[in-house]
């Protein structure tokens, strides 16, 4: 069982400088390292005033976080791809994999939040512009930043992008080796190299951040793994088996159920189930309201339930996201049996676990951890 820390860059009180969020930030990547979690993983935000996730350029934080870890895997969950041009992505992420020493690991998503791919590329604004555009610039960019790590010379021609840009001729540097297939018999470009190429061949292993079934069967298609936080139940065991069933007649690959799946689950440790409650059930609520606001719908609930069954209403929204499964809070025991009994289930083997999101401070952060580590994370690797 792999699991892994997803780090949110939290200041919801204000309290903190951006100097010592970036402090707070290494330290416990550096304690996730030290303590055994096997990945950690970073996000991209924008415009973050709020202090829900202040990271607007993950791969360069993931550089620094590499240079200050020794063997864990480096996540970024995930890059919004249509508001990066995907031929200097491309480049950036092959150096990231050279500065992690091969430990990186993408995760791309279209983003949600309208004020951010507004402000940045009103084009793939999937509320405004609509969501099959959104899709459409999200998968030539995915195309060609795949490309530009696995192919040389490399080329493209496309809706938005044709590279080389035509007409351009090459000019090679006195005494440079030739390189065959970069123009044409009149000197003209016809390709390109991307320098470097990625430590990990032929990409790292690459994600898509979704919830949704088409989301599960794109990353499928493109031979990918899946991120997913919000389905639960019979949802999440329908996403994992069309992505099952597509990436066999795709691919030909045969996969168990939940394979190259990851679960992210909001996550705490403390030594009790009250204290955990206690500490943790505010920010909690006040997160899953503010996911729900953005994404414009109830994300917590199973794929046959009625968001406007009265009934639903009636029951306190921790007490909701802990029995459909969103919550991995309790003590060490509690997280045990909950984190193995969803891996029986939905043969879960891929946990990425939130442990400081919004209103839980660092102190309380640090705490979790330790204990997660010490006492959580043995159990699960005997299972």
Not at 274 to 300: C, D, I, L, Q
Not at 341 to 351: G, I, Y
Request: charged share 25%; with cysteine; proline share 6%.
């Amino acid at each position: 069982m792999r699991v892994d820390l997803l780090y949110a860059l939290t200041n919801r009180s204000g309290d903190m400088s951006w100097g010592d969020v970036l402090t707070a930030t290494r330290q416990h990547a550096v304690m996730a390292d030290k303590l055994g979690f096997d990945g950690i993983w970073l996000g991209e935000h924008h415009f973050d005033t709020d202090g829900t996730d202040a990271c607007a350029n993950p791969v360069m934080l993931a550089a620094d976080i590499a240079a200050r870890t020794e063997r864990i895997r480096i996540g970024l969950a995930a890059v919004q791809l249509p508001l990066w041009h995907p031929v200097r992505l491309a480049e950036d992420l092959a150096m990231l994999d050279h500065f992690s020493g091969g430990r990186l690991e993408p995760a791309f998503a279209r983003g949600i939040v309208d004020f951010e791919v507004m402000n940045l590329n009103p084009e793939a604004d999937r509320w405004s512009a609509g969501p099959s555009k959104s899709e459409a610039i999200f998968e030539e960019n995915f195309e060609i930043m795949r490309r530009a790590m696995t192919m040389d010379p490399f080329s493209y021609k496309g809706e938005r992008y044709t590279f080389p840009h035509p007409g351009l001729k090459f000019k090679a540097a006195m005494g440079a080796v030739e390189h065959p297939g970069y123009v044409d018999e009149n000197g003209f470009m016809k390709g390109f190299g991307i320098v470097p190429q990625p430590v990990q061949k032929p990409t790292p292993p690459m994600y898509v951040v979704t919830e949704s079934m088409s989301g599960f069967m794109g990353a499928a298609r493109r031979d990918t793994g899946a991120i997913t936080w919000y389905p639960t139940g019979k949802g999440l065991k329908d996403l994992f088996a069309a992505y099952q069933k597509e990436l066999t007649e795709r691919h030909n690959k045969q996969l168990a159920l939940g394979e190259r799946c990851a679960v992210l689950r909001l996550a705490f440790v403390a030594k009790t189930d009250e204290e955990a409650r206690r500490v943790t059930e505010s920010s909690v609520v006040a997160f899953a309201e503010y996911v729900n606001k953005v994404r414009r719908a109830n994300m917590w609930l199973d794929i046959d339930e009625d968001p406007n069954d009265p009934n639903l209403a009636k029951i306190p929204m921790y007490d909701l996201m802990m029995e459909r499964d969103h919550l991995m809070i309790g003590s060490p025991k509690t997280v045990i049996e909950r984190m193995r009994r969803l891996s029986e289930t939905h043969n879960v083997k891929h946990w990425l676990l939130q442990m400081g999101f919004p209103g839980i401070r660092g102190p309380e952060l640090e705490s979790s951890l330790q204990l997660f580590g010490e006492e959580v994370l043995p159990a699960l690797r005997k299972f």
